[in-house]
């Protein structure tokens, strides 16, 4: 009896550690599924720099892009003023409140260049060959499958096509991630969490070193990384 009591225990942290179906070993926050409105905090444009991130990425009037986990369309809706009327940016994200929000808001302010798509955990159902720049702003550390979710995009991108990936760690959390590695050869799981903890949507952190070592696996070419406010980084990677 004691012996199942202990394997009940341990269930969760066994659970954690199997691989997912697109091979990923580590862990992933849950996908938000709450209000918008904590996405729409005053200076946000301030701190992620957003005029120097649309530089680096090439997002600019006549360009075809995508905003991958848009949430309420907080950044769909700047890259579609930033693209014009000649661009077009795919709005995506895998829950239907969100797009249908999206849709409503584009509608309201006037922008018929934003174009909603609906996905899966392992399909962002983009057009093939198609995309110029792809931004995923504080949404890669809730995809479920993200090696998955990486191959597709890098199809959906022509060829050259910039990816930016934004997420927040800190300086203790690379040197852990890029120690990690260096000691198993694997990209093992998320730092900035503890293997024991139960409530996995505590702590939204992922550090550079293992956005950088997942992307390069499904064949994306590391640019460079930049510094935002708030503890947050830019990852550039090209097709
Ligand atoms: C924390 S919200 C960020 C929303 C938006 N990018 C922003 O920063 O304003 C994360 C979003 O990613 C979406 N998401 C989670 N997993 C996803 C996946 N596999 N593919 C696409 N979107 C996903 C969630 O539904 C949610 O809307």
Redesign the pocket.
């Known amino acids: 009896m004691k012996r199942l009591l202990l394997l009940l225990a341990l269930a969760p942290a066994v659970a954690l550690a199997a691989p997912k179906p697109d091979g990923t070993e580590r862990q992933t926050a849950r996908?938000?599924t709450g209000g918008v409105d904590i996405?729409e905090t005053p200076g946000r444009e301030q701190e992620l720099k957003l005029p120097s991130v649309f530089r680096v990425l090439g997002i600019k009037s006549g360009k075809k892009v995508a905003d991958?986990?848009?949430?309420?369309g907080?950044?769909s809706i700047r890259m579609a003023r930033a693209v014009g009327p000649s661009g077009t940016v795919y709005a995506?994200?895998?829950?239907p409140k969100?797009t249908q929000f999206i849709d409503e808001r584009a509608r309201y302010e006037g922008l018929p260049n934003i174009k909603t798509v609906l996905?899966t955990?392992t399909d962002?159902k983009l057009p093939t060959n198609t995309l110029d720049s792809v931004v995923i702003?504080?949404?890669y550390h809730?995809?479920?499958q993200p090696l998955a979710?990486l191959t597709k995009i890098k199809r959906a991108m022509k060829t050259g096509a910039r990816l930016g990936i934004i997420e927040r760690d800190t300086d203790e959390l690379r040197l852990e991630a890029q120690q990690a590695y260096e000691e198993s050869g694997e990209i093992l799981r998320r730092v900035g969490e503890q293997d024991d903890q139960n409530d996995l949507t505590d702590d939204h952190t992922l550090a550079l070193d293992i956005v950088q070592r997942e992307a390069e696996k499904v064949g994306f070419r590391f640019i460079s990384s930049h510094e935002l406010g708030n503890d947050k980084y830019l990852a550039v990677f090209q097709k």
Do not use: K, R, S, T
Request: aromatic share 20%; no cysteine; hydrophobic share 50%.
């Open positions: 996908p938000w996405f991958v986990g848009a949430g309420g907080w950044l995506q994200d895998i829950l969100y996905g955990v962002p702003l504080n949404a809730e995809f479920d979710m």
